[in-house]
């Protein structure tokens, strides 16, 4: 790994965003082969340790790997009740991260990194990133489902509004739902069809920001390409390798 800056080391080892990783060093809390750090300086996170308030703090190498979770496959990193988990399909899963959870019913595109940074802001409501799933409903699409998908819904009090959603014919009297929304609050398609009373029997996740879940099959991961890469910082307004381009816009 080449030198970074301290902050931004500490960012990606998702130690806290790096707005606050430079407050832990301006208070002097962060340590480099032992020594007080200064905001700015520059580290080697291969060859030199680095403590936060005493704790040592590990920086793996950059990784981002997008995979097909299963039915039934728990994102979390260990299940209390024994059940398989995404990360018992993976090797090398050293410092690697989940972006936004999928419940144990829903299948498809899950991503997976070490920059802590990232995921902090793929999974900020700021930045708004576009999630996009796919829903087998009970019942054919009634013109009053149609018309009601298009309005926001409460959810705690909430509104969701998609910010695509398309109503069409499934198998056996069934509907397909396309959805797509800026926001990932837990459960947060379930309660959305819910709160509509639709009944849904499958939910997968197509896609998340910029990559897509392709044609990876259950249980499979891939490496994400470099355009992949270089699109999905661009949406959170980072460079891959570099500190952020610019200053987060607020919404
Ligand atoms: N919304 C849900 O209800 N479940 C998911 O897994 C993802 C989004």
Known sequence: MSEMRLQQALARAGVASRRAAEDFIRAGQVRVDGMVAEL?????????????????????????????????VVTTASDEQGRRTVFDFLTNTKGLTYVGRLDVMTTGLL???????????????????????????????????VNAVKQPVLVERRPVV??????RPGHDGRSIVDLTLAEGRHH????????????????????????RLGDLKPGESRILTNKEMDDLYRVINLTPGAEPATKPKRR
């Open 188 to 211: 947060i398609v379930r309660r959305w069809a819910e709160a509509l009373g639709l009944k849904i029997e499958r939910l997968a996740r197509l896609s998340y920001g910029p990559i």
């Open 162 to 167: 998609p910010t695509q959603v398309r109503v």
């Open 40 to 72: 700015g300086s520059k580290v080697d996170p291969s060859s030199q340790s680095i403590t936060v308030k005493g704790k040592r703090v590990t920086i793996v190498p950059r990784r981002w790997l997008a995979f097909h979770k299963p039915l039934g």
């Open 111 to 145: 991503l997976l990194t070490t920059d802590g940074e990232a995921v902090h802001r793929l999974t900020h409501p700021r930045y708004r990133i576009s999630r996009r799933y796919t829903a087998l409903v009970h019942g054919r699409p009634t013109a009053e489902v």
